[in-house]
T-cell receptor, first 113, second 114 residues
């Protein structure tokens, strides 16, 4: 079945470090891919998306590129801030089929000053 | 302000006592959905609705009911809660079923069933 696998957390970095959170997917069709972020005590917010191969999604300094050949959608940021501390979820949505997002298990990120 | 509002935010109840978690959105969205979040499992869809009077099961619908009588409201009903329904629940909405990947989430309802 369709699934999303994220790198194990938690991830702890120092401020201004480079961030990568790995995400790979398995899908029967051609999915759209998303990154959501959950700040403490809040609901999830859409961070960025990509709808087809080689698309790059970007927002708030975060980027992710849809790599069909490696079935990946890794999240990157060049210089993280303390305010980036949150749980990050990778997700896929199929163009056809069940009307649902398939989420990864989430990666908790902590940034130390 | 555009938002998805859930109530209650926190609830402790006992096995078998029926409860309803309300969800309301003020963005005139057609698509609404319920998810539960459990540690190590990410979010799993319970039910979704593509429009008024149109609902369908997600991945984990057992023990839950929903209704969509009005566009703005999508309540989640637990007829006879059990401890395995202890979880963090999120309601979400999207403009229409074509955009169901781009969800607006509520702040969550943390439910404990004793």
């Amino acid at each position: 079945g369709d699934s999303v696998t994220q790198m194990e957390g938690p991830v702890t970095l120092s401020e201004e470090a480079f961030l990568t959170i790995n995400c790979t997917y398995t899908a029967t069709g051609y999915p759209s891919l998303f990154w959501y972020v959950q700040y403490p005590g809040e609901g999830l917010q859409l961070l960025l998306k990509a709808t087809k191969a080689d698309d790059k999604g970007s927002n708030k300094g975060f980027e992710a590129t849809y790599r069909k050949e490696t079935t990946s959608f890794h999240l990157e940021k060049g210089s993280v801030q303390v305010s980036d501390s949150a749980v990050y979820f990778c997700a896929l949505a199929l163009i056809q089929g069940a009307q649902k997002l398939v989420f990864g298990q989430g990666t908790r990120l902590t940034i130390n000053p | 302000e555009a938002q998805v509002t859930q109530n209650p935010r926190y609830l402790i109840t006992v096995t078998g006592k029926k409860l309803t978690v309300t969800c309301s959105q003020n963005m005139n969205h057609e698509y609404m959905s319920w998810y539960r979040q459990d540690p190590g499992l990410g979010l799993r869809q319970i039910y979704y609705s593509m429009n008024v009077e149109v609902t369908d099961k997600g991945d984990v619908p057992e023990g839950y009911k929903v209704s969509r009588k009005e566009k703005r409201n999508f309540p989640l009903i637990l007829e006879s809660p059990s401890p395995n329904q202890t979880s963090l629940y999120f309601c979400a909405s999207s403009p229409n079923y074509n955009t169901y990947g781009e969800l607006f989430f509520g702040e969550g309802s943390r439910l404990t069933v004793l």
